[in-house]
């Protein structure tokens, strides 16, 4: 069954407006989840890692402002895209490690966004 | 910077026939290397996962490689199906722990099996 759930998998929202993704961790308690983008026929991308009960860390060239992150449980992390514009149409994805740093990622099933 | 580079892009082969991707890394220092499977406008789905020290996974039909020192992994699908038909991504995980281990993805290798 599936270790990660993502919702919701699609969004249509209208430019300005401000989406939330949640990302949820089945049965594993995740101290750690981190958040990707993927445009099309680019590589995915990690935006920032997701620790709970701290402060996001954002890779080089997001903006944390723009792309606010919430880990507030083990099992919860949310990404909140503050006021859309087209550009950030995109399939933004979530990913869970659980255990030890050499185990495997789990990933969720991804939200593609789109932004009129 | 750790850059990840999948060839061929795009690959369609017959049904039955045993194919191979590649993929290469620049550098070197990784933890480990993972392959996945990606369908469209879905989720990814981990198919292999090779330590550093290790040379090989093998899953069913599936068998990844790992040559850390010449950064290089290949995966080896034998009587591929249709139901193959996929983006496979491989990704290299760092293993400074200042970069929290991250994950470098490739841009994938589109599988096309025809029946």
């Known amino acids: 069954g599936a270790v990660v759930s993502q919702h919701p998998s699609r969004v249509i929202c209208k430019s300005g407006t401000s989406v939330k993704i949640e990302c949820r961790s089945l049965?594993?308690?995740?101290?750690?989840m981190f958040w990707y983008r993927q445009f099309p026929k680019q590589s995915l991308m990690l935006m920032a890692t997701?620790?709970?009960?701290?402060?996001?860390?954002?890779e080089q060239g997001v903006e944390k402002d723009k792309f606010l992150i919430n880990h507030a449980s083990l099992t919860l992390s949310t990404l909140t895209v503050t006021s859309a514009h087209p550009e950030d149409s995109s399939f933004y994805i979530c990913s869970v490690q659980i255990g030890r740093v050499d185990e495997k990622l789990f990933f969720g099933s991804g939200t593609q966004l789109s932004v009129l | 910077k750790q850059e990840v580079t999948q060839i061929p892009a795009a690959l369609s082969v017959p049904e039955g026939e045993n194919l191979v991707l590649n993929c290469s890394f620049t550098d070197s220092a990784i933890y480990n290397l993972q392959w996945f499977r990606q369908d469209p406008g879905k989720g990814l789905t981990s198919l292999l996962l090779?330590?550093?020290?290790?040379r090989e996974q093998t899953s069913g039909r599936l068998n990844a490689s790992l040559d850390k020192s010449s950064g290089r992994s290949t995966l080896y699908i034998a009587a591929s199906q249709p139901g193959d038909s996929a983006t496979y991504l491989c990704?290299?995980?760092?293993?400074?722990?200042?970069?929290?281990?991250?994950?470098?993805f490739g841009k994938g290798t589109l599988l096309t099996v025809n029946p």
């Open positions: 997701s620790n709970e009960g701290s402060k996001a860390t954002y």
């Open positions: 090779i330590q550093s020290s290790q």
């Open positions: 049965d594993f308690q995740a101290t750690t």
């Open positions: 990704a290299v995980k760092g293993n400074s722990g200042g970069s929290n281990y991250k994950l470098t």
